[in-house]
Structure formats: C-alpha cells, structure tokens
C-alpha cells in the first residue's frame, strides 16, 4: 500500500511518536508498504516556523533529509498535474497544503496518513489514522 504522510504525521512520527495510533503507527512501519513524503512537507514546516507558530520545526528541517531515510519514506515532488488537481478540487477546504496533499494522494493512489478531520469532507482521499 502506498501511503502519504500528512505534515503533522512526519513531524510526529520523528520526534512524537505516541501522538500516532497504534493502527497508524503499524502502517508505517510495516515495510511491505510504501511511505510518500511531500515536498509540501518541508514548505509548510518552514512558513509555519517562519511566522512563529511552530519554532520546533527549525532544528526538525535542518535534518529532514535524515529523517526521511529513517522512515525509509521516499520524497514526493509536486508535479503540474498535482498543482492543476489541486487547484480544481470540489472543496470548500481552503489550506493549500491540504489541498496539495489531497491531490497527490488521490493522483497518486496513496492513502493519506492524517489526523485532519477536514479530509473526511472530501470524496476520493482514502485516509488511514484510527
């Protein structure tokens, strides 16, 4: 199965890894499957650093590539099709992180490791956290 981390995910799997439910945690560690990290990741962790809402995230991205390898995770770029998909979602939903993780996961047919409920309000994104 492929799966996607949403941002929150990576960051807690790392370095908060009780945050994550055991069912979630079994998905990613299991290594049959495949584990996607978004460019998306790394983009929002910085602004959200930057503006002063999230400050742990300076030292995470300084080693992120590190990290990444550790879960064994392989990097997801964003492509024109994931920014047209995400552009032209049917969501009321106006992040556009999420808007981009949702794209990728639907283009990609991976499954969205998430604790956002927002994505329960978009058809197409199968989502694994429970």
């Known amino acids: 199965m492929r799966l996607l981390l949403d941002t929150h995910t990576l960051y807690w799997a790392v370095r908060e890894p009780d945050r994550i439910p055991d069912a979630a945690t079994r998905l ?5 499957n495949e584990l996607l990290v978004s460019a998306v990741a790394p983009w ?5 650093h930057r503006s002063g809402r999230f400050p742990e995230a300076g030292p995470f991205l300084l080693t992120l590539d590190r990290y990444v390898d550790t879960l064994g995770a392989s990097e997801l770029p964003i492509s024109i099709e994931h920014s047209l998909a995400a552009g032209q979602l049917e969501w009321a939903h106006r992040d556009p992180f999420d808007r981009m993780l949702a794209a990728q996961a639907i283009i990609e047919n991976a499954v969205l490791v998430t604790a956002d409920a927002a994505f ?9 956290w429970r």
């Open 44 to 48: 929002e962790l910085g602004i959200k």
């Open 28 to 32: 990613i560690i299991d290594p049959a």
């Open 120 to 128: 329960a309000t978009l058809g197409g994104v199968r989502v694994a």
